[in-house]
């Protein structure tokens, strides 16, 4: 069974940056599109960027863009969101996803997720 477990959330003051990791077990890594999701208080969830199975393809949403970059690391079986120049607005906790059903932000896509990690931009 796929088993994903995020880290690195922190409080961090706006314009600083962060790097959540999401270590994956039970399942190779390559054989899985990897996305990252947010949800703050009170809001839906929310897809903020995927990376294909060979990381060639990432896909951002318009919010992050130019701001967040994901990578992955298949042989070590790891995924990460860099996370640059925060904004309060980007402020929630953070879920990565695993899906072998293609690549795209839709949560229905994914089967298998991490618990979650906090982030939190604030002065």
């Known amino acids: 069974q796929l088993h994903l477990v995020e880290s690195g959330g922190d409080l961090v003051q706006p314009g600083g940056s962060l790097r959540l990791s999401c270590a994956v077990s039970?399942?190779?890594?390559?054989?899985?599109?990897i996305g990252w999701f947010r949800q703050a208080p009170g809001k839906e969830r929310e897809g903020v960027s995927c990376i294909s199975i060979d990381g060639r393809a990432e896909v951002y949403a318009g919010s992050v863009k130019g701001r967040f970059t994901i990578y992955r690391d298949n042989a070590g079986n790891m995924a990460y969101l860099q996370m640059d120049n925060l904004k309060p607005e980007d402020t929630g906790t953070y879920y990565c996803?695993?899906?072998?059903?293609?690549?795209?932000?839709?949560?229905?896509?994914?089967?298998?997720w991490g618990q979650g990690t906090q982030v939190t931009v604030s002065s």
């Open positions: 039970g399942s190779p890594l390559k054989y899985w599109t």
């Open positions: 996803a695993a899906t072998d059903r293609g690549d795209g932000l839709g949560s229905h896509l994914y089967k298998s």
